[in-house]
């Protein structure tokens, strides 16, 4: 599925996500790349909150979740910076077990 997610510039660029975080964007911990705060852990909100200037106004949402096959690492982004693509479409189909259960988890 894709959505649109909110870059730094101030942009929206449309991605496909892979899944929704079981965690909130509060506990969702990684290391910085960054050179402003390179090697220091910080939560996805911290952040937003200090890297990106946003304050989350619902930090305890689940992220949705970005794979990155060059760095095989995972981006996080909060739920409140994304948007869905203006023509949803229509699921046809059953979701498995697993599908049904993280969506339940998440609701």
Sequence with gaps: ??????RPSGDWAAKKFDKISSKP???IYFKCTNSFQEGREMSVAQYWAQVRQIRLDYPNL???????????SFSYFPLECCMTNDEP?????????????TFMKVM
């Excluded at 599925?1 to 909110?6: A, F, S």
């Excluded at 479409?89 to 259960?101: A, E, I, M, Y």
């Design 62 to 72: 689940p992220c949705l979740e970005f794979y990155n096959k060059m760095t095989r």
């Design 89 to 101: 479409r229509k699921f046809k189909g059953k979701l498995t077990d697993g599908q049904l259960n």
């Design 1 to 6: 599925t894709k959505v649109r997610i909110l």
């Design 25 to 27: 964007a509060s506990n």
